[in-house]
């Protein structure tokens, strides 16, 4: 979020859609090509002589999907990728996906489907990422960001009454209920309680996909 931040600034870009873009394209980070020694968050591909390295890929094509063996861009460093991701969707073919040329993260997610990616689903999956776990916070420099550190641990802050995060982290509780709040969201749910967002996913038989709404039950 903080890359995201720092290079979506100077670009005109959003820095949840590019987030957002990292965890779809890397699989919530699990992706080899993300990993050392590729450094390759966005599946940007390369076709212009620079290092690569070749990997198989899903492209929607014809109406189907169609495995495919495509050479992506292998990077440096992570923070190479979020300046070379920042560079293509600067440049022209990309000129919708710029903020001064939306009005919000959705159009630009809109923009980006099939152009960026052939899923013709793109801009849901980025749409849903950015609600669930609130990656518009990203857009706005300085909000909710700050880091406390302590020892080896990181904590967030700035995602409400932090003593009542801390509390209810410190039960620890499970199998409760929980009613959605305004302004809600699944990762800040998780933050609350203490626990990861993959377990919150699976108590609720969610997928990463899925959204939630102000006033739903769900179990903790």
Do not use: C
Not at 86 to 92: C, D, V
Not at 179 to 186: A, F, L
């Amino acid at each position: 979020g903080a890359s995201a931040m720092q290079v979506s600034a100077s670009n005109d870009l959003y820095a949840s859609i590019m987030v957002a873009q990292a965890l779809v394209e890397t699989g919530f980070g699990t992706s080899q090509l993300s990993a050392a020694p590729y450094y390759n968050l966005f599946g940007v591909k390369e076709y212009s002589g620079g290092a690569s390295v070749t990997m198989s890929t899903q492209e929607y094509l014809n109406g189907q999907w169609v495995t495919m063996n495509e050479p992506f861009a292998v990077y440096g460093s992570y923070a190479e990728s979020f300046q070379a991701h920042a560079s293509l969707l600067t440049g022209s073919y990309y000129a919708g996906a710029r903020k001064s040329h939306t009005n919000s993260y959705q159009d630009a997610a809109v923009y980006l489907t099939g152009r960026y990616a052939t899923d013709p689903g793109y801009a849901g999956k980025l749409i849903s990422l950015i609600q669930n776990y609130n990656l518009t916070r990203f857009d706005t420099p300085g909000a909710g960001t700050a880091i406390q550190t302590t020892g080896e641990q990181t904590q967030q802050s700035g995602y409400g009454d932090q003593s009542a995060q801390q509390t209810a982290a410190s039960s620890q509780a499970s199998g409760q209920s929980y009613t959605v709040q305004s302004g809600d969201s699944i990762w800040g749910i998780a933050e609350k309680f203490g626990i990861s967002v993959d377990q919150l996913l699976a108590d609720n038989g969610w997928s990463s996909e899925s959204t939630i709404m102000p006033g739903d039950t769900i179990v903790i």
